[in-house]
């Protein structure tokens, strides 16, 4: 090999280092931004989401959806624990803003401008009844949020209402257990 084919070679080496070095640095700007702005891996600990979460499960939470629009009735949802910011909880959201809760006779009913009176809420994901009496009346931006596992869940029945803000995101996927694979689980 002549000189000048030597440092076509290493020139060629040099470009494919850098490039290679720029790839990896694109590559963990894009993993950073998705990590930190639309999704976020979560581990369930705790029984008070079963039989839909077991302890253990490793889901995906979307930080993005709830930009674009309000949490609704049902969703499952990862948040601050508003008594202590730095631990997250995840719950449904069974309250929504404006609405009263009335829980009585093992049923969530809830009472609106359109049922005042207040309706029954169907709730399949549960294997029973909600013990227990409560009621309250959600301002402007609060939700009432209950684990599935009712009688092992530290709930809104516990420590209150939970503020929007709070809010991080939804279960978006069950990455692990395999067996238990799912988008919105």
Request: zero cysteines.
């Amino acid at each position: 090999m002549n000189v000048l084919q030597q440092n076509n070679h290493e020139k060629k080496s040099a470009r494919s280092f850098f490039e290679f070095v720029r790839f990896l640095i694109i590559i963990s700007a894009t993993v950073l931004a998705i990590r930190l702005y639309v999704a976020t891996p979560f581990i369930v600990s705790g029984s008070s989401m079963d039989p839909t979460f077991a302890h253990g499960d490793y889901l995906i939470v979307d930080e993005v959806t709830y930009r674009f629009r309000a949490p609704e009735r049902g969703d499952v949802i990862i948040f601050r624990f508003p008594q202590k910011r730095t631990q997250f909880f995840i719950k449904r959201i069974i309250g929504l803003p404006g609405e009263t809760v009335d829980i009585h006779d093992g049923v969530v009913h809830i009472k609106d401008q359109d049922a005042p009176e207040g309706m029954p809420l169907t709730e399949p994901y549960l294997d029973g009844h909600t013990a227990g009496s409560f009621l309250v009346t959600l301002g402007a931006e609060e939700y009432f949020v209950l684990g599935d596992n009712r009688s092992a869940s530290f709930d809104s029945r516990s420590w209150g209402v939970l503020e929007r803000r709070l809010i991080v995101g939804r279960s978006l996927a069950r990455l692990f257990p395999f067996a238990h694979l799912a988008l919105f689980p």
